[in-house]
């Protein structure tokens, strides 16, 4: 038993935190990782130098989201109570040391602990958590800001630990990762932090790894840009893609691309078969979304455009529709009630569009059991469309995007995270962005109204009625009902419609039908597509990690061989 208490602590990783013991081991989890690898650093820079007092000129820590903050407070504990330093000494190392990564702007993603809870379990660290609230106070009366805005920014505020503030306040740097996402940052979410600290906060858009997400996952496209490039060096550095913009309007050459999309996605077929048991034809377009399964991220709209579509082929409102599969994967918080009540929706609505024998060889709907790395390279390489459709606003980033632009595929999206810069380096022409922008959305959600939006729009209404008119079933969960009600009356932490799902609808699927009409002529579509591709290297984690170390981490750029 003692043993299988132990090896909780790690064994599952992000647990269900609805509840008070999982709470518990969350943060349990956090300490244990942070604590044993600040003291692992300590022992071998001592082991190295044999002093602490350098330790700030030789080391460099990138807070990756709010979860690892607590080793803030660790390593200035560790600091006082295993080598003498006073507090401000140790707190001076730790803001050099330190530098904090925000993947978010959504409040209830930044972390926060109760006070009573840290002070039960981690009572060295809640005092040190104290002393830094207090001396963040005082220094904010040294920069004379007004006691109410120091309260609504402090480390503590009624009995909650803030640990964005922490970051923020004990380290060097703050930076977003994307260039839209470090704006909303400055201009709303931090912007009181933005005004106190300017020079700190940086842009660091996020990137992949063309050698996982292109050269492993799909060896046929690689081969083809080794042999036009007459060199395997863009593996390592990934802009030389941009050479192949020559070959954009070559027949030849975009014939060989479609024949490998093609058997990228006979290949994805064959998976999907073996792994669902679900047959796919793979010579219809592939319409691809995956990775977090949230309300942000809008599979719902998703779910609803295919209903639309469904109902305009009925009706014969939507003619001359090309076979398509729509796909998804994602994973989720397994507290997360309402995201599975979205899976069970997409998944009724696959049922649905299966059993009708005039909708069946024109939609398959297919959500993919168990998704995950393996999966998600062979989603990636077998796409036809990709889907990024997060209110603009909400998504910080995103690197699914990124994955299947690089592997030749268009993105259908939202102006939102990176799809701005995706745009700005391919072209808005060769992808179909649609929907409220940033700048639009809080003058339109002032006087938004979903139930007036229905009212007067009937196409709408009637797929948001699927949800309870009986049209599919939720096993009488009352999940569905719960989804219809948070869209048209809200709950009592959001306003109605909040990710502006059925707002967005009409312009989404619209674009959706471009690119499903214009997908006929295949030479012009893969132009389109081979164009992403080729101005994929922004995007290369190279950059990316380069960026840090040479703003961030003020160390020399890593050479990669």
């Known amino acids: 038993i003692e043993k299988a208490k132990i090896e909780t602590i790690s064994y599952v990783l992000y647990p269900n935190d609805d509840n008070e013991a999982g709470k518990l081991l969350r943060l349990r989890q956090e300490y244990f990782f942070s604590a044993a690898s600040i003291k692992d650093l300590v022992n071998k820079h001592i082991n190295t130098f044999g002093t602490i007092d350098n330790f700030s000129e030789y080391n460099a820590i990138q807070l990756n989201d709010t979860h690892p903050v607590i080793a803030v407070p660790e390593l200035i504990l560790q600091l006082t ?50 002393k830094l609230n207090e001396k963040f106070v005082s220094d904010m009366y040294d920069l004379k800001l007004s006691r109410k805005k120091i ?14 503030n922490i970051a923020i306040y004990s380290s060097s740097y703050t930076n977003g990762v994307a260039e839209i996402h470090t704006q909303i940052l400055k201009d709303t979410a931090l912007k009181d932090w933005y005004k106190v600290f300017p020079k700190r906060f940086q842009n660091k858009t996020n990137g992949i790894t063309q050698r996982r997400w292109l050269a492993l996952c799909n060896p046929e496209l690689s081969a083809m840009i080794t042999e036009l490039l007459g060199t395997d060096k863009w593996v390592t550095n990934l802009d030389m893609l941009k050479e192949l913009e020559k070959y954009a309007d070559n027949h030849e050459i975009l014939t060989k691309f479609l024949d490998i999309k093609q058997v990228k996605k006979d290949q994805l077929s064959q998976f999907i078969l073996k792994s669902e048991g679900i047959k796919v034809d793979s010579t219809s377009i592939f319409d691809i979304q995956i990775k977090r399964l949230h309300e942000y991220k809008r599979q719902l709209m ?67 059991s168990d998704y995950r790395v393996s999966y998600a390279e062979k989603l990636v390489s077998g796409a036809d469309i990709s889907e990024q459709i997060s209110t603009a606003g909400t998504e910080a980033s995103g690197t699914g995007n990124m994955k299947f632009m690089l592997n030749g595929t268009c993105t259908l999206g939202t102006y939102d995270g990176a799809n701005v810069e995706i745009v700005a ?21 002032k006087d938004y109204d979903p139930r007036k939006l229905c009212s007067e729009n009937p196409k709408i209404k009637r797929v948001l009625n699927t949800l309870i008119d009986g049209t599919v079933s939720d096993g009488g ?34 674009a959706k039908l471009k690119a499903n009409a214009e997908y006929v002529n295949r030479i012009a579509f893969a132009k389109k597509c081979w164009l992403n591709m080729c101005n994929a290297g922004k995007f290369s984690s190279d950059r990316t990690i380069n960026d840090y ?5 003020k160390i020399n750029p890593i050479a990669i061989e």
């Open 477 to 510: 969960t009352g999940v569905f009902k719960d989804l219809y009600f948070s869209l048209v009356d809200g709950a009592s932490w959001h306003v109605a419609d909040n990710y502006y799902v059925l707002g967005d609808l009409e312009s989404y699927v619209e």
């Open 151 to 164: 309260d609504s920014m402090k480390l503590i505020q009624d009995g909650t630990i803030h640990m964005a």
């Open 81 to 130: 109570r295993d080598f003498g330093k006073t507090f401000d000494e140790s707190f001076t190392i730790a803001q050099k040391v330190f530098s904090y990564t925000n993947h978010t702007i959504m409040a209830e993603a930044l972390e926060k602990w109760g006070a009573d809870i840290i002070a039960q379990y981690l009572p060295e660290i809640y005092e040190v958590i104290i």
């Open 302 to 368: 998703n779910a609803f455009s295919i209903l639309y579509i469904y109902f305009g082929i009925k009706d014969g409102t939507i003619k001359n529709f090309n076979k398509t599969t729509f796909i998804f994967g994602a994973k989720s918080a397994p507290g997360y009630k309402r995201a599975k009540g979205i899976i069970k929706y997409i998944n009724e609505i696959a049922g649905l569009c299966a059993n009708d024998p005039e909708v069946k060889d024109l939609i398959k709907v297919v959500f993919v």
């Open 425 to 445: 380096e391919a072209g808005e022409e060769n992808n179909y962005i649609f929907g409220a922008r940033v700048e639009e959305l809080d003058k339109i959600m």
């Open 549 to 553: 170390a040479k703003n961030i981490w």
